[in-house]
Structure formats: C-alpha cells, structure tokens
T-cell receptor, first 113, second 115 residues
Framework: AQKITQTQPGMFVQEKEAVTLDCTYDTSDQSYGLFWYKQPSSGEMIFLIY??????QNATEGRYSLNFQKARKSANLVISASQLGDSAMYFCAMITAGNQFYFGTGTSLTVIP | DGGITQSPKYLFRKEGQNVTLSCEQNLNHDAMYWYRQDPGQGLRLIYY???????QKGDIAEGYSVSREKKESFPLTVTSAQKNPTAFYLC??????????????FGDGTRLSIL
C-alpha cells in the first residue's frame, strides 16, 4: 500500500507569493516522523523540514513551515514569499518504526517571475 | 565537513558490462540506502543496510548487488542482468536505530547511461 501521497504533479506560483504543497500519509504506527526534501534540477536531495508525530506545534524553518494535521494524516509544506530559486521537485517522506522510510512521488514547483 | 560522497558523477556502461557506483559517508551513520530515480519520477529503493555486513532488498533489487564490508562504504553494482539501467542513482545514509526519526542525508547522485 502506498504510504505517502502527493496529488499535485506540478504547481505554479508567482514570485513573492506563498504556496502549499500537499502530502497525505498512511500508517498505523503511533510514533513516526515526516520530512520534506527539495530536489533542484542538479539532482541533489536537500532536507528542508521535519515534523514528529508527537510534536504539538507545526515545524518551521525559515520560509518553510509544515502544516501538520494529524487527524487528517496530512503534512503539507508551506513556502512563504516564493523565490525563483524555489523552483524544484519537492518530496514528502515518512519514517516509521524500524527505521523504514517512504517517499512520495513528488511535486514539481515552478516559480514565475 | 561530514557528508556523503558518490562517485563518479557520470558513468557510461556498455551492453553486458557490470559497473560499480561508489558511496562513502563520514557521518558515522549506521544505515545506508540506494535509490533509483527515472526522469520525472520519484525515488525507488534498491537496497538498504542497517548495519555492517547486513543488507536487505528494496522494491527493485533485481539486476543489482551491494556489499557493506565497512560502515562508511556501500557500493552498488549494476549487473548486466539489469536491462534498463539508465537512471539517476542516489545514495543516502541515516543514523539508523540509534537515533529516533532522523532524516536521510543524500549524496549528489550518479547518472548512469548506456552506450
């Protein structure tokens, strides 16, 4: 069964606007972690942000924030004040017990000047 | 600086030839992983290793082999049995079971093409 679902294959956002990238997950574990990675066209995977299942507050890292809705099993990434350099693929990922990682299929974000 | 080094950055394979992709990490991580990424697609797990001298097949292990003789190294061999090896290969590591829910760290990848 697919563990991570990213339903937006491609997204466009105007420079300086905010954008939300969707991610839903499926696990029966009570304890798990959620990550977002950025992959520019050069190919490297850059870790952006982490949210633990027991964290009560949404994670934030600079312009990135994770909108964590546990009951809905969603972990959406919000990028504020988009920049041209934000154009990339974005992957949602989950880690569960036993150190098992699961990745979504990714969302391609294009920032328009 | 600690990190993951993949080499070479670009690799070309002739038909019927085995090639080995290198992955070295100096992060003192226990777990290491190999992923394959096709153009416009997500990551697919080939093999992973939680400790030295032990590794498990991922979702697409056929045509690939690995070894984990040292903690720092996790080379991937693409054998001639892999009929469609052209792809981008990413190596990753994580602290493993010693640390609770730590992210994977990735190398810069190797692009493999068939001549």
């Amino acid at each position: 069964a697919q563990k991570i679902t990213q339903t937006q294959p491609g997204m466009f956002v105007q420079e300086k606007e905010a954008v939300t990238l969707d991610c839903t997950y499926d696990t029966s574990d009570q304890s798990y972690g959620l990550f977002w990675y950025k992959q520019p066209s050069s190919g490297e995977m850059i870790f952006l942000i982490y949210q633990g299942s027991y964290d009560e507050q949404n994670a934030t890292e600079g312009r990135y924030s994770l909108n964590f809705q546990k009951a809905r099993k969603s972990a959406n990434l919000v990028i504020s004040a988009s920049q041209l350099g934000d154009s990339a693929m974005y992957f949602c990922a989950m880690i569960t017990a036993g150190n098992q990682f699961y990745f979504g299929t990714g969302t391609s974000l294009t920032v328009i000047p | 600086d600690g990190g993951i080094t993949q080499s070479p950055k670009y690799l070309f394979r002739k038909e019927g030839q085995n090639v080995t992709l290198s992955c070295e990490q100096n992060l003192n991580h226990d777990a290491m992983y190999w992923y394959r990424q096709d153009p416009g697609q997500g990551l697919r797990l080939i093999y992973y290793s939680q400790i030295v001298n032990d590794f498990q097949k991922g979702d697409i292990a056929e045509g690939y082999s690995v070894s984990r003789e040292k903690k720092e190294s996790f080379p991937l061999t693409v054998t001639s049995a892999q009929k469609n090896p052209t792809a981008f290969y990413l190596c990753a590591s994580s602290i493993g079971s010693r640390g609770l829910f730590q992210p994977q760290h990735f190398g810069d990848g190797t692009r493999l093409s068939i001549l």
